[in-house]
């Protein structure tokens, strides 16, 4: 954009140029013709032999100044042209800046400037920056309002993107156990700041055991994601374990706490005991296999919980099978 408006203003330059170069030569044209006629007459004696020497001083006065003014005009034009382009140049630094700024605040990372970025391609940064705006709205749309986390949206771009890069990973898929029944007897109230714990505690145990990279997402209700690499999942599963299953019995009265159980109707309306919670982990990685489709991830992610959620306490299970990822 910055050059095709300099090439604007310079060939508005040039034609108005050529349009003056043109009135100015038929100016001097017409002037020399009338003085060289003026010449050919035959000189009159006595006083009309003195103004047709003024006439003449007169005529060459005039070519004089149109070609002052006509070297006056041109000149001007062309520190008009240079100041114009200096100034549209400063005006699209600025509007370039202005993008850069409004893409950081908006989509909170720094807005990508390519090695042309100097010539014709502000139309195409906006257009960019704005497709990313839309991006990061639907992305703000599909996070969870309770925990701030990305959701299902993001959890499925992450995975297609390590999976298109061929970058090994381990998705975690975190589920609370007894939820449900805490959520019943305490309230929902109390029930979301327990969700607002996990989320907390996971992304403290990815800050500090995992990589600056691994990713936490909120499915819904009390199912988390978190990425991370094979190297790192087995800390940071431990952390998570760990963290949670030192801060959920505050979140419990004192009597049910010491009980180690809270009295609840489970799904089929059967009155019975439930402990305090814990919180399952099951691991998928593609260390050992590969993996087509986020669905497939999905698939053996939920037969793994299923399995680790019928162990008692908290737990983290890894999924150690191997396979091929079949050809397409």
């Not at 006065?61 to 034009?77: I, Q, R, W």
């Not at 305490?186 to 607002?196: H, P």
């Not at 109707?265 to 993996?291: C, E, H, K, Q, W």
Request: proline residues 4%; contains cysteine; aromatic residues 6%.
């Amino acid at each position: 954009m910055r050059l095709n408006l300099i090439r604007q203003i310079l060939t508005s330059f040039l034609v108005v140029c050529a349009g003056f170069a043109v009135a100015w030569v038929a100016a001097l044209y017409l002037l020399q013709s009338a003085s060289n006629q003026l010449a050919k007459l035959p000189m009159p004696p006595g006083d009309a032999a003195d103004g047709v020497g003024r006439v003449q001083q007169l005529l060459q006065s005039g070519e004089m100044v149109v070609l002052l003014v006509g070297l006056a005009g041109f000149l001007g034009g062309l520190i008009g042209m240079v100041i114009a382009a200096s100034q549209a140049t400063r005006m699209l630094g600025r509007l370039k800046q202005a993008t850069q700024q409004l893409a950081n605040v908006v989509l909170d990372q720094e807005f990508p400037i390519s090695a042309t970025s100097m010539g014709d391609d502000l139309e195409h940064d906006i257009r960019e920056m704005m497709r990313k705006v839309q991006v990061s709205q639907q992305l703000c749309l599909d996070a969870s309002p309770l925990t701030r986390l990305p959701g299902n949206i993001a959890i499925e771009q992450v995975l297609k993107g390590k999976m298109l890069n061929d970058e090994k990973f381990a998705l975690c898929y975190i589920d609370l156990d007894d939820f449900k029944a805490y959520n019943d007897k305490y309230g929902y109230a109390r029930g979301s700041e327990l969700i607002k714990l996990t989320g907390e505690v996971i992304h403290r145990a990815k800050d500090e055991h995992g990589d600056p990279g691994d990713f936490v997402g909120h499915i819904g209700g009390d199912d988390f994601v978190l990425i991370t690499s094979p190297d790192n999942v087995e800390p940071v599963c431990q952390a998570i374990i760990d963290a949670f299953d030192s801060a959920v019995p505050a979140h419990y009265h004192a009597d049910d706490r010491a009980r180690g159980y809270i009295e609840g109707t489970d799904r089929y309306g059967v009155t019975r005991r439930f402990p305090l919670m814990s919180i399952s982990i099951a691991v998928v990685s593609d260390a050992r296999r590969n993996f087509t489709t986020p669905l497939e991830i999905a698939q053996v992610a939920t037969e793994i919980k299923d399995y680790v959620k019928t162990l008692p306490g908290s737990n983290y299970l890894i999924d150690r099978r191997t396979g091929q990822r079949a050809n397409t």
